[in-house]
């Protein structure tokens, strides 16, 4: 079975470009979670779907980031305009349901300069 | 506010020894799961635990789930290199809601 996918894996782009972060849930998952890594912060929740609703996004950390999930095989996390402090690594996942264990992707590596 | 504080926060140990890592909470949690993720990966399910006092164990690695199910520990018997990864512990509240831990950084050295 194919896991998450998320693209691309690394991006590299300068201060003030848009950027766009792609994920593919496993299918048959309802659920859909965007996180970002961290060494000071870890593992934060940004926001989270159900069945291509947004649920909770308090997790945002401003109006320059927003996500979208226009059908169940698609999800994009958009920064625009990016800043340096946005570097990090941005994880996708999905489960059959909110308690039940997530499945990652194998993340974006995200710098920005 | 950090739901699931999991200590150490860094651990760097001989091949052979053995761990233990915590994860606590003052909240009750439903569930509760481990995670390890490596170097330009995502997290893996290790296991879940769902009952109070729970122990599983999966190979050299036993998880136990408090009796009141607000923590959570990891023991590693005779570490091995391959053991090298992050370790998230992640817990369902009442209502449903999912948290990740601080995570606990472990290095196996040969």
């Known amino acids: 079975d194919a896991g998450v996918i998320q693209s691309p894996r690394h991006e590299v782009t300068e201060m003030g470009q848009e950027v766009t972060l792609r994920c593919k849930p496993i299918s048959g998952h309802d659920y859909l979670f965007w996180y970002r890594q961290t060494m000071m912060r870890g593992l934060e929740l940004l926001i989270y779907?159900?069945?291509?609703?947004?649920?909770?996004d308090s997790g945002m950390p401003e109006d320059r980031f927003s996500a979208k999930m226009p059908n169940a095989s698609f999800s994009t996390l958009k920064i625009q305009p990016s800043e340096p402090r946005d570097s990090a690594v941005y994880f996708c996942?999905?489960?059959?349901?909110?308690?039940?264990?997530?499945?990652f992707g194998d993340g974006t590596r995200l710098s920005i300069l | 506010t950090q739901l699931l504080e999991q200590s150490p926060q860094f651990l760097s140990i001989q091949e052979g020894e053995n761990l233990t890592v915590y994860c606590n909470s003052s909240?009750?949690?439903?569930?509760l799961q481990w995670y390890r993720q490596e170097p330009g990966e995502g997290p893996v399910l290790l296991v879940t635990?769902?009952?109070?006092?729970e122990v599983k164990k999966l190979k050299r690695l036993t998880f136990q789930f408090g009796d009141a199910r607000k923590d959570s520990s990891l023991h590693i018997t005779a570490a091995q290199p391959g053991d090298t990864g992050l370790y998230l512990c992640?817990?369902?509240?009442?209502?449903?809601?999912?948290?990740f831990g601080t995570g606990t950084s472990l290095t196996v050295i040969p």
């Open positions: 779907f159900n069945n291509n609703v947004p649920i909770d």
């Open positions: 992640a817990g369902a509240d009442t209502g449903n809601q999912f948290y």
């Open positions: 635990v769902v009952t109070g006092g």
């Open positions: 909240s009750v949690f439903s569930s």
């Open positions: 996942a999905s489960a059959y349901l909110s308690n039940q264990p997530q499945h």
